[in-house]
């Protein structure tokens, strides 16, 4: 990972590399570990070793590789959000009904936007800082943390 601070390198699956477009979408949900899961934690779904980032600072290894790896298009699945004893849950007490959806193709603006749907604000604005320490232009290029650009198409 250039400019990674923990997560100097990883194995990612071949097919996102060879991808003309990525796609990211999440399910927003509480996690033990990690707080919440949203587009950037998702994104430890396309790599091999994921015991490497609980074990090395899960937030630092989730900056890093979103510094590597910029989705072209987040959708954010906020329909039934487990807000609590994620990422499994232990009962259907856990999950909310919100019936709700973020799209951009800003994955921290998406991020920010769930972060506010749910209640973690925390964990984005902690990512949010690391990735602008790693100052790479891969991730930081056009993507903000502000949602005040994103649309409100709710009815």
Partial sequence: MPGG???KTAKVHEALLNADVFINVPVLKH???A???IGMKNLMGVVWDRWYWHR????QCTADFASFCKSDLTVVDAYNVMKRNGPRGVSISDVVSMKA???STDPVAADAAG????FLWQYVQFLIINLTTINNPCILSNCSASIDKLNDLSS
């Fill in 5 to 7: 601070q923990r997560l």
């Fill in 31 to 33: 996690h033990s570990s």
């Fill in 35 to 37: 707080m919440v899961t």
């Fill in 56 to 59: 090395n600072d899960l937030h």
């Fill in 101 to 103: 959806q973020v799209t």
């Fill in 115 to 118: 972060a506010q749907t749910e």
